[in-house]
């Protein structure tokens, strides 16, 4: 038998991929976490009210989901309800890392297959008009900031943000921050809109040279997202049949009941299934799951997709296209938003401390992250993360076999192989911090 | 186009076990795309290999397995000056609190999986296996931080301590009895944090941040580990130091905030910044911490 391993990169974290080969059929294929972060383990018999301090560790890209996650988990346990103007500073946090990140995976991870290149920063010296890639670079890293930008706005700091609090948030946000942020995003909105159009032109020319948009069979979809426009910030989880017909809607306490979850020899990050059934989170999950945008530009691009690929679209690259959909309506979401009143009243509620077992959500660029925390004494006594790069793998491992099979055969191995691998896993956008937390 | 950039400097970046905030961080920084070339960084080159010619290596992430140890090493053979991005490599950051027999024990029984690197008991600083040249603490630094490691460490203008540049005044007749709750209660603008009754460590914390956490009202943590004049002795020192702020300004019990200092998990990131001092290693020289 022929194992075939290939590295990873411009993913977040340390994964592999190993392809297993015998006479000419691919009999297996592997997404293998090579790393393994541990938190679940060491945050046991930490106080209860730093997780919202020490989770954002967990992933320096997704750490404003596990922020928000955690201190939602905690007044879930706490019994308290935060005022609606820190919901909105919420979302706002939570729209800056859809902007960045969606930014980053557009730009910095799967644009350099667009056009041949190893990097966005080697964009310049690959093959094509050097002065079109350059200008290419610099706009894509301008749109990421803004995300970095809108972060720090809403949450204090850039990376690992502190401003969301057990009972609402530290404060609300001044008139002139305010301006000063939407400029910049009234700015940058046109320039994230051709850049996607540009991104959306490349990927058609490269179905056009690869001949495929990837593993279109159906799957389940997965996200807490709402019918007729994105939420972030949502108690609800949506479950998406193969066929379009929603099967189920829960509370994240009861996600026992609807996902199964199972450990792997070969990996340090475990699997989810639907039941025993495939199924996929993130971009194209919530798209397959919303009738609209409802913000105005990012519907015509929703139409567009809906309009090329029908509804609900399977192939595993129209991800990428609706992460440029999310990032357009993430601009626009955030520009209505802070043209409000962001001081209208007090930002938090006091809280007491309190015994007892909590769950938070948040959609995260990934998918649905749940905490779950039992408190005893103020200390955490289990911490579980329900993490949505683990409800992809099956998904990218079914991914990884029609890719296999495409190019594997009796005679030989297709160099593109190692390409298409690249491709799919990225199309997911897995975060491996995240998944072996 | 293609020549001129081949001339400027060489960096790699090594990212071990981490969270990858650090590099985020350094892309946040895109000003060093027109001062260097990057020749290997996973997380946005799809570069394989850290190329001969390379000579500035930046390390993040802590040593978790062995994978880490033969990586960083060899990286660091190549390279003719070694960076320490971030807590997790400089004293084995948010990662330290597996350092507990009762974690550890649950963690090690992950680490035999087939095929996989094999973890190693606890979460190791970098310096522990190669030498470093520059330590750049930060969970994670800060883009300006970053652009002063690459490109001009001495003439960073940083100030000594966090509290320089946090700006909220201190009060003498505003003196709490207790320590409020990590997250609790209404913070006060403009009025220092340790006056509102927050275990805050800004007062002996290394500046250089900007106060980022501070500012915005939340209580400083430590990430940059302690400040010059306490970098090169026990840790106690610092404890005491810090004690010795609260007791100037505020009337909690000096039990409560030594209980607080002292609690592995009460004080999180004092507690990884410990391992400065940490065993038979000579103290980082504060010249070579930025």
Redo the contacts between chains.
Sequence with gaps: MTTLRF????????ARVEIEVQDGQVVAAQF?A?????FR???????A??M???TP?????C?TAHHVASVKALEDIFEVEPPDLAKEIRELLLLGQLIQNQA?SLF??TM?DRVGA?????M??SEAD?EKQ?GL?QRS?KV??VG?HLI?LAG?????P??A??GGV??GIERKDADKMLAELEELLPVACTLFDEYWDMSMAMKERIGTWGDDQPAFYIASTGTTRPQLNSNTIRVLGPDGVERASFAPHHFRDYLDYQET????AGQTSYQGEVMRANSLARINLALSMGTPLADEYLDKLTHTFGKPAHPILLFDLCRGIELVYAFERAIEMLSKDLLYE?T?V??S?KDGEGYGLVEAPRGPLIHHYTVKDG?IEDAEFIIPTVHNMLAIERALKVAGERYVSGEAIDLELEKAV?RVVRAFDPCI?CATQ | ??SQ?QTLPRFAVL?L?????????L??A?EW?EKYQ?VY????????RIPADTEILLVSGGV??D?DVYNLKRAAEIVDKVIAVGTCAISG???N??D?D??RE??MA??N?????H?LPKSHPIDTFVDVDLYLPG??P?PELFMAALTDPEGFDGSSIVCIECGRKKLKDMRPRHLL???????L?DICLINQGYLCLGSSTRGGCRA??TR???PC?GCRGPSDAYIEKPSQVWFDRVQKVFERLTDIPPEEIHEALHSP??S?FVFQFTDYMNGDRPPRPKEKIL
């Design positions: 590295p990873l990169s411009r993913i977040e974290g340390h293998q090579i790393e393994m972060r541990g383990y060491f945050v046991q018999g930490t106080p009210e730093q919202p301090v020490i560790r967990i992933c320096g890209v750490s980053t910095i991870f350099p190893s990097s966005i920063f080697q310049d010296e050097p350059l670079a890293l990421r900031q970095t720090t204090g700091q850039f990376i690992h502190i401003k609090i057990i530290t404060s020899e070969y990996s340090y007090d938090s006091p809280y401390l200390l690249g911090a | 186009m293609t950039k990212q076990s981490g969270c990858a905030g650090c590099e985020v961080a892309i946040n895109s795309v990057l960084m996973p997380l946005v080159t799809s570069t394989h978790r397995n994978e950051g948010v990662a609190l597996g507990r009762e974690v649950l963690f992950q680490s999986r087939h095929h996989l690197p973890l969970c994670p800060t709750g990590f997250q609790q209660g209404e913070v603008p980022i956490c915005p009202g939340h943590v998990q009460l999180l």
